[in-house]
């Protein structure tokens, strides 16, 4: 890399979905105040930043990505005192707090909103996409990414307005500059306040195309792709370039945008080392490749993904990224099943080992990775709620499109994909010990807690030494540490095995060799590990040298 080293790019970050992080006052939902009481937590695993999901004011139809005023605190998570007492208390440990900036739309009960929907002569009308109908229905076949068509009639003035997601969160116009510099004196209240960096939802999708045109209906769908009809419009962009401006150069922040259907071509663009518009971003198509094959269906099954199509799809990312953009590294979040289950093996006799593994393979490359609350525990998905356990809005919406509507006619297989990829496997509380509610909440929990929690929860890794939770936190040592994780050359090998992910990260004076064994099968394997080469970091207590054992995971460190 010939620029220099940014303080973002050596950074490990971690996510905390504060409503299921940890209650103090017994009401069951996760607040401020039990962020800072974990803080010293936090610190040991070794993050740098701690990543908040939105904890703005919000009717919660989208547990707080509907947002109703950007510059009040949920009084469920507490008081705008609470946040602050949070920001100083992470600056005193030296930890630095990312805001979730929800700007591509708002809560229907934000004043903007409530004004918009007034009249058409509402100065603030054009805040927000408002159409009218056409041929009787939609102004276009868009759907929503949460199921159903994107577009909800409005009674009192005769027209649609339009919502990528749910109906209470309703699209902003970034076209109007009033609606932009509205969006940039608010990111600005947050950058006085001293925080570090924002995480930007759905950014890629803030600019519409032009003429809102339909979108392509795939094989078995009732409503056009969203996805492939709005992201990265044509003035994204300028209008990220402007927020760059505008905001984002008045402090040293770490910025990450979520790009939904990003390529190659825009990612460089949007995370460009000129520093243009952003950081990084977060890309999905390797959480795309374990989707149904039937389109109507979407993301929702339950086969394992390919390995080889997972090396070359991250391949891809790691050689078309290099000395031009910077890469985010994550398997979950707040949106995405547990990582130990969809990429490991949850069983009780693999679940520790390949959780180490595939940490292993993500903390190894070139990128900033992104540790989700209770990845480090291997938390797993949440096998034991049914369909009336769920809070989720997505799934909610997919068992009614998807069951209610005759797309899939066996509830039982629905539930089999849900506790494979639904969002609330992320959202079960952390697990904090053994005791009532895990430790979390001396009330009911908002959600039910994942059944496993005694076994599976913090205290427990603490007391191990060979936990998962110290080997997170010598992953990141390694990284603070060791230049080459940085700046390495990354390199595949073996791009068709079908069982082992291997590559190297080659420095001017050295290199590192990362080995997976992504099966439960013992493996041989032979990568003349020459005897000079160092194995710094593994998940069994001896080296095998070219026996690989279930999940196997090393990683060498050789002199050039």
Do not use: C
């Amino acid at each position: 890399m010939t620029a220099a080293i940014q303080w973002w790019q050596k950074a490990v970050v971690y996510q905390v979905y504060p409503r299921s992080f940890q209650d103090t006052d017994g009401d069951g939902i996760g607040d401020l105040k039990g962020i800072t009481q974990r803080l010293d937590y936090i610190k040991k695993l070794g993050a740098d930043v701690i990543w908040l999901n939105p904890v703005y004011a919000s009717p919660d139809k989208d547990n707080g990505y509907d947002i109703s005023d950007y510059e009040a605190i949920n009084t469920k998570f507490g008081t705008m005192a609470d946040f602050d007492n949070l920001l100083a208390q992470a600056h005193d440990k030296g930890l630095k707090i990312m805001m979730d900036l929800v700007v591509n739309h708002t809560s229907d009960q934000h004043p903007w909103f409530i004004e918009s929907r007034q009249s058409k002569e509402n100065d603030k009308r054009d805040f927000y996409i408002w159409r009218d109908p056409v041929a009787g229905h939609e102004p276009n076949n868009w759907g929503s990414f949460f199921s159903g068509p994107a577009w909800q009639f409005d009674d009192a003035t005769g027209q649609y307005y339009l919502h990528l997601f749910v109906e209470g969160q309703p699209d902003l116009n970034w076209v109007n500059p009033e609606v932009r510099q509205a969006v940039f004196d608010m990111m600005n209240f947050w950058v006085d306040k001293g925080i570090d960096g924002f995480r930007m939802d759905v950014i890629s999708l803030i600019s519409k195309p032009d003429g809102l045109p339909d979108g392509e209906v795939p094989e078995g769908g009732d409503y056009g792709n969203s996805n492939q009809a709005v992201a990265n419009g044509p003035h994204v962009h300028e209008y990220l370039q402007e927020m760059r401006q505008k905001v984002l150069n008045r402090a040293d922040m770490m910025t990450v945008g979520e790009a939904s259907g990003v390529d190659i071509e825009n990612a460089v663009k949007y995370a460009n080392q000129d520093n243009s518009e952003l950081n990084m971003v977060f890309q999905f198509e390797h959480m795309d490749l374990d989707n149904n094959p039937n389109p109507a269906l979407g993301k929702w099954y339950d086969k394992k993904v390919s390995l080889v199509d997972l090396k070359a799809n991250l391949s891809k990312w790691q050689n078309d990224l290099a000395g031009k953009a910077w890469n985010s590294l994550y398997w979950d979040n707040h949106d995405q099943p547990r990582a130990v289950s969809r990429y490991g093996d949850d069983r009780p006799e693999y679940r520790v080992v390949s959780a180490k593994m595939v940490a292993t393979l993500l903390h190894f490359m070139q990128g900033t990775p992104y540790i989700y609350q209770g990845e480090e525990i291997g938390m797993t998905n949440a096998y034991n709620l049914q369909r009336d356990d769920f809070d989720d809005v997505e799934i909610k919406n997919a068992f009614k499109y998807l069951i209610d509507q005759d797309h899939l006619t066996d509830e039982a297989t629905m539930l089999r994909y849900v506790h494979a990829k639904g969002r609330d496997n992320a959202r079960t509380p952390m697990q904090w010990n053994d005791s009532t509610n895990a430790g979390f909440t001396t009330g009911t929990p908002w959600l039910k807690l994942n059944d496993n929690y005694e076994t599976i929860n913090v205290a427990a890794a603490l007391d191990d030494p060979n936990s998962i939770f110290y080997y997170y936190q010598k992953l990141i040592r390694l990284r603070h540490d060791l230049p080459i994780i940085t700046t390495g050359v990354y390199q595949l090998l073996d791009p068709t095995d079908e069982q082992v992910y291997t590559y190297r990260r080659v420095g001017e004076n050295d290199t590192l060799l990362v080995i997976n064994n992504f099966t439960s099968d013992t493996l041989t394997r032979d990568y003349q590990v020459p005897e000079t080469a160092t194995l710094i970091i593994g998940n069994y207590d001896d080296d095998a040298g070219t026996t690989l054992r279930p999940y196997e995971a090393k990683v060498y460190h050789l002199t050039n």
